[in-house]
């Protein structure tokens, strides 16, 4: 079988992870890979496990990208894919109107993921063109049956993002060099509790509430120290200021760390005690989360979209309601004094699984 994914650019986030994650497991199995994109610093990790890459402007949202539609129907003709998956709107735009030229009785056949939760327009709506259609979660599921009724539920298929258990386990260990440094850098993260809050700095974050829960049991005397591990965008700068005027203003200068971005994540997740998922707004799966659950830490996060999907399965105790600071508050305290852990992680929202039932769609579809 052969598989073409198209996605606009391979540099970072869950969707370039997910394909490239897609096309390794597809190569291993002994199935041929292809992914269109206009490149990106993860091409070389894309070839280096077998798949092949085509690069190509299918990023750009502009008129000129229209001129694309007939060198991808040229692509599909020559290379005769079984399956043709689009992971994101605009190139999913270029693909689907190059593949509604071809021949009905020989094209591919054409899967779409809907990774988030899209602005209900035409736009969009694409992502809802596949003849199967992958949601990341019920919640996407849920929000593509509300804002796009066109949509057959018998043609979705809910596959959850998935860990690898071998990377993120609850028995893995600091290494001793990066612990050592950790150490030397944070010297009063010693003897207390480490709240961790991951993700880019944006105002729906969650960064106020977590700041106010810092000082709440700073109040209560709880030893803990937050940290803030994810970058700024240089339009961002203005906000974290008012992030900083903030900490100040509450009097948690010593209390609280911006880490800024890191690209061990893994490892500063291991080292904290605590992890916090507090989107003011709900997320399509929450990838961190189930990573910070499979390396054994207990996750509190506000119990909606996908976050709150995968704490009600893997850690109910961490559920928190949207933007309640009192239950935020009180469901952190229970979590420090007891210590609590979550029991692990394992299918469906393992890499495996996530991968299987990926192959499964496209057996499914291709016969």
């Known amino acids: 079988m052969k598989v073409i994914q198209i996605l606009p650019e391979l540099n ?7 394909t490239l994650e897609v096309a390794g497991y597809l190569v291993k199995n002994g199935h041929e890979s292809i992914v269109i994109s206009h490149g990106g610093r993860l091409v070389k990790e894309l070839e280096n496990a077998g798949s092949r ?6 990023h750009r949202k502009a008129l000129v990208s ?8 040229k692509v599909f003709i020559q290379e005769k894919p079984d399956i043709l998956h689009l992971r994101s709107r605009m190139p999913a735009w270029l693909a689907y109107l190059a593949w509604k030229t071809l021949d009905n009785r020989t094209r591919p056949r054409l899967v779409t993921t809907v990774h988030g939760f899209y602005s209900v327009n035409a736009y969009s709506a694409v992502m809802t063109k596949g003849e199967s259609v992958i949601a990341v979660s019920e919640s996407v599921r849920d929000y593509i049956l509300k804002n796009h009724p066109q949509t057959s539920d ?3 298929r809910v596959i959850p993002r998935g860990i690898e258990p071998e990377i993120y386990r ?3 260990e600091l290494p001793a060099a990066w612990r050592d440094q950790w150490h030397a850098r944070l010297p009063d993260l010693t003897g207390k509790c480490i709240l961790l809050l991951p993700g880019r700095i944006t105002r729906l974050k969650g960064h106020d509430d977590f700041f106010t829960l810092i000082a709440a049991l700073k109040k209560e005397g709880i030893p803990v120290h937050g940290l803030i591990a994810g970058d700024t965008h240089e339009k961002k700068q203005a906000y974290m200021e008012e992030l900083r005027a903030t ?9 609280l760390t911006f880490l800024g971005h890191r690209s061990d994540i893994r490892e500063v997740m291991g080292a904290s005690d605590v992890v916090f998922a507090l989107s003011q707004q709900p997320e399509s799966f929450g990838r961190t989360v189930l990573e910070a659950l499979a390396l054994g830490k207990p996750v509190c996060g506000y119990d909606c979209g996908g976050v709150g999907e995968l704490l009600a399965a893997l850690f109910p105790q961490g559920r928190v309601p949207l933007g309640n600071q009192a239950k935020l508050l009180d469901v952190s305290r229970a979590i420090i004094l007891r210590r609590e852990k979550p029991a692990g992680v394992g299918r469906p929202f393992t890499l495996d699984a996530m991968c299987e039932a990926t192959l499964d769609v496209y057996h499914g579809l291709a016969g």
């Open 12 to 18: 970072a986030g869950g969707v370039e992870r997910g």
């Open 247 to 255: 900490v100040a203003r509450l009097g948690i200068e010593g209390d």
């Open 154 to 156: 018998s043609k979705i």
């Open 170 to 172: 609850p028995e893995f």
């Open 66 to 73: 229209l001129a694309q539609i007939s060198k991808l129907r």
């Open 53 to 58: 890459h085509l690069t190509m402007p299918v």
